[in-house]
């Protein structure tokens, strides 16, 4: 039981950082990119708003749990269910910091 305890403690101590950090950029972008915005580029189906949102999540330093949160709020905000998903594969990806530390 001890060891269940110190992997979630130690899960929740390195995985709370990016989940902030993607709860920060979805309120960014809730507050500061207009939803119609969203809507004209990203709500559209077909391959373009798909290519956008990929463009749009590569240069994010999020990780796999930190990108969750900044989906939501692309979804939220008008984005197709398929520029979101696109998004949600591309960030944690091709991530700077990720090209960084593969590297390296």
Do not use: Q
Request: net charge neutral.
């Amino acid at each position: 039981m001890a060891s269940l305890i110190d992997n979630f403690v130690h899960l929740f101590i390195e995985s709370a950082p990016w989940l902030m950090l993607g709860f920060t950029i979805a309120g960014i972008m809730r507050v500061f990119v207009p939803s119609e915005l969203l809507a004209k580029h990203l709500g559209e189906p077909g391959f373009v708003a798909t290519a956008k949102a990929a463009m749009l999540g590569a240069p994010l330093p999020l990780c796999s749990c930190g990108v969750i949160p900044a989906a939501l709020g692309l979804r939220r905000s008008g984005a197709s269910k398929a520029a979101t998903t696109s998004f949600l594969i591309s960030t944690p990806e091709t991530g700077v910091d990720s090209v960084a530390v593969s590297y390296a």
